[in-house]
């Protein structure tokens, strides 16, 4: 495994990181378009206790998975936090405005 993707992995999972570098983490994770990467923002995100600014990097990362590959996971959106979830929107508002429709209520 690439060595700074798992770096960055570890950091995003580590509750005693600190929360500028567990946000720093979440927005530098967005560069790999891989599973492993995408399932520990996910786990993140999912967490409604942990830091917003955290949790909307993590959104945005999530965001920008989703376009690289073409695919809105509305399950996944759904079990999200708001603060993750907000971090989508704004994504997906500039890259894929198509899919604001997904969002529904």
Do not use: H
């Not at 999912?46 to 959104?59: A, E, I, R």
């Amino acid at each position: 495994m690439d060595k700074k993707k798992e770096t960055l992995i570890t950091i995003l999972l580590d509750s005693e990181a600190s929360i500028a570098d567990r946000d720093d983490a979440a927005m530098d994770l967005y560069e790999y378009d891989c599973d492993l990467v995408l399932n520990a923002l996910v786990k993140v995100a999912k967490n409604s206790n942990d830091d917003p600014m955290v949790l909307n990097s993590c959104g945005e990362s999530i965001a920008s998975i989703w376009v690289k590959r073409n695919i809105f996971d509305k399950k996944c959106y759904e079990q999200l936090s708001k603060a993750a979830q907000d971090g989508i929107y704004y994504v997906i508002k500039y890259d894929r405005p198509q899919w604001l429709a997904n969002l529904g209520p």
